[in-house]
């Protein structure tokens, strides 16, 4: 039996959010993924990296799992009618509803996170709470059906897990192996909780601006709700 795994492509994706998540899952026996997107043209990740939707929505087949990656596109996602509807359609009939980083914002805007227990990257953490959401700042959360993994690289962590709920821990871990997954960062700066107060003013004026402008559309995403 093959399970079908659906991965949001968009433009100014965050490529690491999707790519992590991609290789583990196509590295799992009996897993097929598609790249979904309105349309088949290729476009470019946030970064500048081209990739190439492989399913639109409208011919998208059942899906047991979708997946939300996040980055700077997201911005444009939480006020387009059409993508949160596709959202929206495939959330009753998944198995497993799922987001890495920011990708959580757009099942927020959805409407799909009231109520429930969800994480994100550490700049946009206080807005889940816009969306009725529970914040939990933890790398993987889990609640029911719903699973949503922390910033950019939690993506890899977010996907070893959900590997281990579908196929056992077995799997996931032999997943883990050939992908030789085995983080030593250089530095413990990955988190604002670890990161020196130095390290942590300049990346937080780095994203300023964009963490404003985004605060601004989840408001008024939220007013129309």
Known sequence: MTLHIGLLVFPKVQQLDLTGPYDVFASTPGVTVHLIWKDIEPLYSST???????????????LDVLCIPGGQGIDTLLEDEQTLAFIREQAPTVKYLTSVCTGALVLGAAGLLKGKRATTHWASHELLESFGA???????????????????????D?????????????????????????PAPPFHAGHPSTAPAEVLALASERLRESIAQRREIVARRVAKS
């Open 158 to 182: 977010f996907a070893l897990t959900l590997v281990s709920e579908m196929f056992g821990a077995v799997q996931a871990q032999t997943v883990q192996l050939q992908l030789e997954y085995a």
């Open 48 to 62: 500048g990296l081209q990739l190439k939707p492989t399913q639109t929505f409208a011919a998208c087949p059942p």
């Open 134 to 156: 529970i914040a939990v700042h933890e790398r993987v959360v889990r609640d029911g059906n719903l699973m949503t993994g922390g910033g950019v690289t939690a993506g890899i």
